[in-house]
Nanobody, 127 residues
Framework: QVQLSDSGGGSVQAGGSLRLSCAVS????????IGWFRQAPGKEREEVAT????????YYVDSVKGRFTMSEDKAKNTAYLQINGLKPEDTGLYFC????????????????????WGQGTQVTVSS
């Protein structure tokens, strides 16, 4: 059984920073692809970043490159999304998701289907 707990959202002014956390609890040791998604009001859910825990390889959607950084703390079984230079358009509900597996390429492929999801954490950016 795998459970995710995401946290760290809040209300900030444009230009501010937040660090979102995704704690992974599992009864067995596994490697994961962990992704962060966001859903803005009235818009579809969007994948913004992923990390493969087997290698630390990351991926970012173009709109967040240079501002979003994923990292992991293996000792805490937690992945982080550091968000700098927040913009009003970053507002939304952020979810982390995970899928267990191994990817020889060293990063999560675009085709990965996530089986486990957090409950979401709200990020609100005011101008």
């Amino acid at each position: 059984q795998v459970q995710l707990s995401d946290s760290g959202g809040g209300s900030v002014q444009a230009g501010g920073s937040l660090r979102l956390s995704c704690a992974v609890s599992s009864d067995t040791h596994r490697t994961y692809c962990i992704g962060w998604f966001r859903q803005a009001p009235g818009k579809e859910r969007e994948e913004v970043a992923t990390i493969f825990t087997g290698s630390g390889g990351t991926y970012y959607v173009d709109s967040v490159k240079g501002r979003f950084t994923m990292s992991e703390d293996k000792a805490k079984n937690t992945a982080y999304l550091q968000i700098n230079g927040l913009k009003p358009e970053d507002t939304g509900l952020y979810f982390c998701a995970a899928e267990s597996g191994w990817w020889d390429a060293g990063y999560c492929p675009p085709s990965v289907q996530f089986s486990y999801w957090g409950q979401g954490t709200q990020v609100t950016v005011s101008s």
